[in-house]
């Protein structure tokens, strides 16, 4: 089974400064799909950004980005120019191929960010 | 545009009632739905998914049921509910890649 790893249960950023999340996942599939998705007090799931396994390229959303290591088994999310609305838990999903889409979640890191 | 509703957004249930969630999803047909919990300092649990009417997958045995009535409509219920049951569910919907989420609905057992 798959399995998704987040091993920063906190984290903290000063505003304006950059911040990276880890995750690290297992599978044995060659391709899938990876996500991080964001939820702030209001507990709303939002999708930041996503990545597609067979692409080679980093995916980047203004100023998310992730680094994606397919042969390490890693997809951390940077967050540059941090926010007072980047405060929030953040959660690292995959997605293996097949027709029932079902994400496998990360436990989340909890983003601080102080002023 | 699609969206996604669930309610109600808030519950509070003594032990041994019934519990009924619903989920309904517009602007768009067939769409996979799913059913996640989500306890206190944990991550999103699957609980279930429907890939069409009247076809419903388990990923966890627990006290819950779901079902989908009709093509944009996915219910979770229980008969007798368990403390264990409080949380934080989440229902939501896949055109394909990602998954979109409703509002979510704390319950509580007491």
């Known amino acids: 089974a798959q399995t998704v790893t987040q091993s920063q249960p906190e984290m903290s950023v000063q505003e304006a400064e950059t911040v990276t999340l880890s995750c690290t996942y297992d599978?044995?599939?060659?391709?899938?799909?990876l996500f991080w998705y964001k939820q702030p007090p209001s507990r709303q799931m939002i999708l930041v950004i996503r990545?597609?396994?067979?692409?080679?390229q980093n995916a980047t959303e203004n100023r998310f980005s992730v680094n994606f290591q397919k042969a390490a088994k890693s997809f951390s999310l940077k967050i540059s120019d941090s926010q007072l609305g980047d405060a929030a838990m953040y959660f690292c999903a995959y997605r293996a191929p097949g027709g029932n889409y079902k994400l496998t979640f990360g436990k989340g890191t909890l983003l601080t960010v102080n002023p | 545009s699609q969206t996604i509703h669930q309610w109600p957004a808030t519950l509070v249930q003594p032990v041994g009632s019934p519990l009924s969630l619903e989920c309904t999803v517009e602007?768009?047909?067939?769409?996979?739905l799913y059913w996640y919990r989500q306890a206190a300092g944990r991550g999103l649990q699957l609980l279930f998914y429907?890939?069409?009417?009247?076809?419903i997958s388990s990923e966890v045995p627990q006290n819950l049921s779901a079902s989908r009535p009709q093509d944009r409509q996915f219910i979770l219920s229980s008969k007798k509910l368990l403390l264990s049951d409080s949380g934080f569910y989440l229902c939501a919907w896949s055109p394909a890649w990602e998954a979109f989420f409703g509002q979510g609905t704390r319950l509580t057992v007491v």
């Open positions: 602007g768009t047909s067939n769409p996979n």
């Open positions: 990545q597609e396994a067979y692409k080679q």
């Open positions: 599978t044995s599939e060659s391709d899938y799909y």
């Open positions: 429907s890939v069409g009417i009247g076809q």
